[in-house]
C-alpha cells in the first residue's frame, strides 16, 4: 500500500500518509449524518441509545488517538448531536444536558458523550504508551514527552490536562517517570477518571436543582427538577424506554 492509496473504515477514507484537517472533516460529517439518520428513524428510545453509542461515537472515537483535537472541538460535536435530537423531538431545550449520559439506573438517558468518550480514549492511549515495554513505543514517547515539554502539545499534554482538570492522582499517569507505569495502573486510571466524569455530571445536575428550574435563554439548555426516589428528570418522557427526556 502506497502513500496515496486509500481504504474506507467506518465510513472514513484511510491511507499510510494522514491529512488531519481532511480526517476530521470526514468524521464530522460521517457522526452528523448517522447522528440524523438515528434519531429521524423513529425507533424507540432504548434501539435510538444502543445505535447512537455502538454506531455514531465510535466513529469518532476510532480517531481520537489517531488525530489530534482540540477540547472545543469534541464539544462542539455533542452540541451538534443534541442540536439533531432537538430537532427530531428526542431532546428539549429546557433539558439538563448532562442527563443524556448519566446512565439509565440513576435517572439518566445513557447516551455516550463525544467529549467524555475522547477523555478516556486520550488518557487510555497515553497510559497504554507509558506502560509499553516496547522500544519503539518507546521512543515514540520520548518524542511526545519533548513535544510536551516544548511546544505544549501532544497526546500526553492532552492526557495530563485531563488529569488536571479531574484532579486524579500523579501517579496514575507516570508523565515524568515513565518506567514506573504498569497494566495496573492503566486499569485504575481507566476506573478513576470515569468515576470523576460521573461526579462531575451529578454535582452540575445538582447544582441545577438546588438552583430551582432555570428558565432556558438564547437556546441554552439546563432546566431539571428532582423526580422519584431522588432521581433526576427533566418532565419529559421517552416512550421507547420509559425514562425521562
Not at 474506507?8 to 440524523?36: C, D, M, P, T, W
Not at 521512543?139 to 514527552?145: H, Q, T
Not at 423526580?227 to 421507547?240: V, Y
Request: net charge positive; glycine share 8%; with cysteine.
Amino acid at each position: 500500500m502506497g502513500n496515496t492509496d486509500t481504504y474506507r473504515y467506518l465510513g472514513i477514507s484511510q491511507l499510510l500518509a494522514a491529512n488531519k484537517y481532511k480526517i476530521k472533516r470526514e468524521v464530522k460529517k460521517e457522526f452528523k449524518k448517522r447522528e440524523r439518520k438515528i434519531w429521524g428513524s423513529g425507533v424507540c428510545g432504548r434501539q435510538s441509545r444502543m445505535a447512537h453509542n455502538t454506531w455514531a461515537v465510535p466513529v469518532c472515537s476510532y480517531f481520537f488517538a489517531a488525530v489530534e483535537w482540540r477540547e472545543t472541538e469534541v464539544k462542539q460535536l455533542d452540541v451538534k448531536a443534541r442540536g439533531i435530537m432537538r430537532h427530531h423531538k428526542a431532546h428539549y431545550v429546557q433539558a439538563a444536558p448532562e442527563k443524556l449520559y448519566l446512565p439509565v439506573e440513576e435517572g439518566g438517558r445513557g447516551l455516550r458523550s463525544v467529549a467524555l468518550t475522547w477523555e478516556r480514549e486520550v488518557a487510555s492511549a497515553a497510559s497504554y504508551l507509558l506502560a509499553s515495554k516496547d522500544m519503539q513505543v518507546k521512543g515514540a514517547v520520548s518524542f511526545l514527552r519533548s513535544l510536551q515539554q516544548e511546544e505544549g502539545e501532544g497526546l500526553l499534554h492532552q492526557a495530563e490536562k485531563i488529569r488536571q482538570k479531574y484532579e486524579l492522582p500523579e501517579n496514575l499517569l507516570p508523565i515524568h517517570c515513565p518506567s514506573s507505569a504498569s497494566d495496573a495502573q492503566h486499569k485504575a486510571l481507566l476506573a478513576e477518571l470515569s468515576r470523576a466524569q460521573k461526579g462531575r455530571l451529578v454535582e452540575s445536575l445538582t447544582q441545577k436543582v438546588h438552583h430551582g428550574p432555570q428558565e432556558a435563554r438564547g437556546g441554552q439548555e439546563g432546566h431539571v427538577r428532582m423526580g422519584e426516589r431522588g432521581k433526576i428528570d427533566t418532565g419529559h418522557r421517552n416512550p421507547g424506554d420509559g425514562s425521562p427526556r
